[in-house]
């Protein structure tokens, strides 16, 4: 029956397809008063019988607009809106290809001046730096998720871990009505909030609110996401249980509830699993964890090493207590349970000859966190703002191990060997506070910005190591591997590491020109202070105690202090389409390091650096923007680079700073350029950037005949990095057949990297190229197929002749299927293949990895049953290689193996009623 149904569906859609006809319309919008252009303004088509969306596309700066698609109606009702103007319907014939509608004059709505809510049905409208998207033009399956709707969105960009980019931009912040909403995981709203509940995406520029409140510039390279709820979904509650159970005893376990209350929410969530899901969801296939890893040259699975069991809990409360205080809070709880077993087969390059490394790792950890913020906003009148966010963290973990682990030599002799048993138990408190004051004076631009933050840090910790190291020589007449020397260790060790920061920072904008060209002079000091210190205790074999004295050797008691001032002016010029900055600061910095233990051990530095940093951004059109950055910027040395305690806790590598380290400068170039064509539904990014670094700090190791390692640091110059990444996204719609939608891009980077190996100085060369295209076919409401494939290629050379030239290349193939023909019914597939030639002989070569749902609605959509299949052909595998230019390594880690799980889903809704203005919207 479902084939006799499916091929109707197919012929009736060639059939509608067949019919249709090619249409254009054009027309200039102008206002009726003024005589001026309205650039921006929004311009859809609708079907009359059904008012679902045609097309739309937004008007130039000339006011000039073009529609182009295709039909089967004989007409269609065209809406013309633009924000603070009557929005203009008329009925046009569609019978003719071209269709000129010539000069469109648009009315002033009395309404809109004073600011009354008016209705609104545009797909898509801009307000001055704010894209808004109107949800009900944007069709997906019932009970869709927010991300399903994102990825309908032009522009905007889901990859399988949920990360969001808005034409070529990543999105670091994700609000509902304006609040973040369980701290800086979009994840948690993404793909567990419904569609259905949302009435408008509006996307911006990220800013802080210091930033938004003074009108300065925000981030050129992240953008900020807001999802504004229905009026009648933001006055009552709804929310998602969640069970589910499976072969080889897997299960999981999911709840949210949500109660809005027009400026006041709060939401509660509770979850647990043990199939490798640190996060929090609901089971669907974007929520199976595939985790996929891949080193260079090799490919995995599983979610990063070993099997976690998860547990996580918390609440998010806002509220607008009265006009000019707000207030948001929340408390996250989340545990874990991992446990890892790891086999490694490593060779060793130097520059005359090589060596082997063989490991087997049992490890366990478990790991319980609590996190709590809050976050006050007091707005008094237009001119100050106060923002207080404290927060605080609380965790405690224990963590063992058992590594057992050989050393060979060029002959495949034994050389060393090492078993070690560790364990540990951890606490660790946290507390930050930052106090923002943000003050405005007169009209021009002129502000005071004042902002403090502290924070305090402290780790304890008590643990315990047994160690046996031992040390062979080889005689070559004898033929016999003899014992030559051993390293034992039985010992105890507690610890105390605190950190305390002080920051203080002041900006005062002086008006050059009313609101556009501004001088803002700028002071921060910071003083951090570090204390660590670790007493190590060792074994008495014959009192069977461990020594009241102190092991220096692996013992310290170091107190850190980094201080700082900066002092610094920076130019601003800014209007509607240019903005450019150039800034200069000098800082001056003391590092201090005292180790009470022993005197040799402590250290002074001080580092004077000058930092500048010139930005230009040039706004083609309201879609189309270009910009491009240098800056100079200058990193200290780590404390623990430059001291000269001598770390031997690992008896096959010790490590000591270098005093004499120079700080690193880095010079940074970035070009982007970006535009998103309304009229053919396409978008294309550019980014380019550059990075030269002098005095970079590398690690420079020795390795000696027993094969034992001996770590410094040392300066470089001669490293940078070049790299090109580029898209194109389309949308193709074939009336009312469905869409297509693709996508391509391309990744080109190259760095040069000054090293050593064995003392011996070499430079590598590394280049990729990483082509790839995404393709997806929607058959209206039956069918989506989205195929994908990504070339990765890596050549890496080196300028002695004792290292060989390496060459990669892996292939990566994906396939993602939804079943939507049924309104009960929904399967969904998420096939992926790894393949790469390169790796050794023996080790796998290509992986298929296969994720299936399949999902039924009941009880008037209220409950959903669903059947998923992680690693249906029983593939997966986290075995690797990694090489580089010191080693080759062939790993493998256990990892979560197929499964079957049944999970049942309960949708808790309580509204305030139906509304009619799910298409309404406040000018702005």
């Not at 709203?189 to 409140?213: C, G, V």
């Not at 709820?229 to 509650?237: A, L, P, Q, R």
């Not at 809990?313 to 349970?337: C, K, P």
């Amino acid at each position: 029956m479902k084939q006799i149904f499916f091929t109707i569906a197919f012929f009736c859609s060639v059939l509608a397809f067949s019919q249709s006809k090619s249409f254009v319309v054009t027309g200039t919008l102008i206002s009726e008063e003024e005589k001026l252009p309205l650039e921006s303004a929004t311009i859809h088509l609708e079907r009359v019988k059904d008012a679902s969306l045609v097309t739309y596309t937004i008007a130039d700066k000339n006011g000039e607009f073009v529609l182009e698609d295709k039909t089967s109606d004989a007409s269609l009702n065209l809406f013309i809106s633009y924000v603070g103007y009557e929005t203009l319907k008329k009925v046009i014939d569609i019978s003719k290809k071209d269709i000129d509608l010539g000069e469109i004059m648009l009315k002033t709505d009395s309404n809109a001046l004073a600011e009354v809510v008016i209705t609104s049905t545009a797909p898509i409208t801009v307000k001055k730096d704010t894209l808004e998207f109107n949800v009900s033009s944007f069709k997906t399956k019932k009970n869709a998720k927010i991300e399903d709707l994102l990825k309908k969105l032009p522009g905007v960009e889901v990859d399988a871990q949920g990360k969001i980019m808005v034409n070529g931009k990543d999105v670091n912040k994700v609000l509902v009505n304006g609040k973040t909403f369980f701290g800086n995981d979009p994840t948690i709203t993404t793909r567990n909030l419904t569609k259905d509940i949302i009435e408008k995406i509006q996307i911006t520029d990220t800013k802080t609110k210091a930033e938004a409140f003074s009108g300065e510039e925000g981030s050129q390279s992240n953008k900020t996401i807001n999802f504004t709820i229905k009026e009648e979904n933001n006055k009552g509650s709804f929310g998602t249980v969640a069970a589910g159970v499976g072969t080889d005893d897997r299960y999981e376990f999911s709840g949210m509830l949500n109660s809005f209350n027009n400026d006041r929410h709060l939401s509660v969530l509770a979850g647990g699993n043990n199939i490798n899901s640190t996060g929090f969801s609901f089971g669907g296939i974007d929520n199976i964890s595939t985790g996929r890893r891949r080193g260079r040259g090799g490919f995995g699975g599983g979610l990063s090493q070993g099997i976690t069991t998860s547990k996580n809990g918390g609440f998010t409360y806002g509220n607008q207590i009265i006009e000019t205080i707000g207030v948001n809070a929340d408390y996250f709880y989340s545990g874990s349970d991992l446990d890892s077993k790891r086999s490694s087969q490593r060779e060793n390059i130097l520059p005359d000859s090589r060596y082997f490394s063989n490991s087997e790792s049992n490890s366990f950890s478990e790991i319980n966190n609590h996190n709590a913020t809050f976050d006050l906003e007091i707005e008094l009148g237009a001119t100050l703002l106060i923002n207080i966010t404290p927060s605080f963290n609380f965790s405690n973990s224990k963590d063992g191990s058992q590594d057992d682990e050989e050393t060979l030599n060029e002959d495949r002799i034994l050389t060393n060997t090492s078993n070690a048993f560790s364990f540990s138990k951890s606490n660790n408190k946290s507390f930050q506070n930052s106090i923002d004051v943000t003050k405005l004076f007169g009209k021009k631009g002129s502000f005071l910005k004042f902002d403090v933050s502290t924070s305090y840090n402290e780790d304890e910790e008590d643990s315990e190591l047994e160690s046996k190291t031992k040390f062979y020589d080889y005689d070559l007449l004898t033929n016999v591997n003899t014992l030559q020397d051993s390293i034992i260790r039985n010992q105890i060790a507690d610890s105390k590491n605190t950190d305390e920061n002080l920051r203080l920072g002041v900006t005062y904008r002086f008006p050059l020109i009313a609101n556009a060209m501004f001088l803002d002079a700028s002071y921060i000091y910071n003083n951090n202070k570090q204390e660590n210190k670790r007493n190590t205790y060792d074994f008495d074999e014959v009192t069977s105690l461990y020594n009241d004295f102190i092991n220096t050797d692996l013992s310290s008691d170091f107190k850190y202090t980094d201080e700082s001032n900066q002092a610094g002016v920076e130019l601003v010029y800014k209007k509607k389409k240019l903005s450019t900055t150039a800034s200069v600061n000098y800082i001056s910095r003391v590092l201090d390091n005292k180790d009470a233990l022993i005197s040799e051990r402590s250290l002074g530095k001080r580092f004077n650096a000058i930092q500048t940093g010139v930005s230009f951004r040039y706004k083609i059109s309201k879609s189309a923007s270009l910009n491009a950055n240098y800056g100079l910027d200058n990193r200290s040395p780590q404390l623990s680079q430059l001291q000269t305690f001598k770390d031997v806790s690992n008896p096959l590598n010790t490590i000591v700073g270098n005093p004499e380290l120079a700080p690193t400068n880095n010079h940074r170039l970035n070009l982007g350029y970006r535009n998103f064509n309304f009229r053919k539904k396409t978008s294309f990014y550019a980014f380019a950037n550059g990075t030269v670094v002098s005095n970079q700090i590398v690690s420079k190791t020795t390795v000696d005949e027993n094969f034992s390692r001996n770590t410094t640091y040392a300066n470089v110059n001669g490293n940078y990095n070049l790299g090109i990444n580029t898209g194109l996204r389309k949308t193709i719609k074939i009336d009312t057949i469905g869409s297509i939608r693709y996508g391509v891009g391309f990744r080109f980077s190259t760095n040069k990297n000054i090293n050593f190996n064995n003392d011996v100085k070499y430079a590598s060369k590394n280049t990729e190229l990483s082509p790839n295209i995404r393709i997806t076919f929607t058959l209206n409401d039956l069918f989506e197929l989205t195929p994908n494939y990504n070339l990765s290629y890596t050549n890496t050379s080196f300028d002695i002749d004792q290292f060989e030239d390496q060459e990669f290349l892996r292939h990566s193939l994906g396939l993602r299927t939804a079943t939507l023909a049924s309104k009960r019914l929904d399967w969904r597939n998420n096939i992926s293949y790894n393949y790469n030639p390169n790796v050794a002989d023996g080790f796998q070569k290509s992986s298929w990895f296969w994720n299936s749902t399949l999902s039924y609605s009941m009880f008037e959509d209220k409950g959903t049953l669903t059947l998923k299949v992680y690693d249906l052909l029983n593939q997966n595998t986290n075995a690797r290689r990694v090489a580089s230019a010191n080693y080759i390594e062939d790993s493998q880690t256990n990892i979560l193996k197929r499964y079957f799980m049944l999970n049942f889903s309960w949708k808790l809704n309580k509204g305030s009623g139906n509304s009619n203005r799910n298409n309404r919207y406040y000018h702005g």
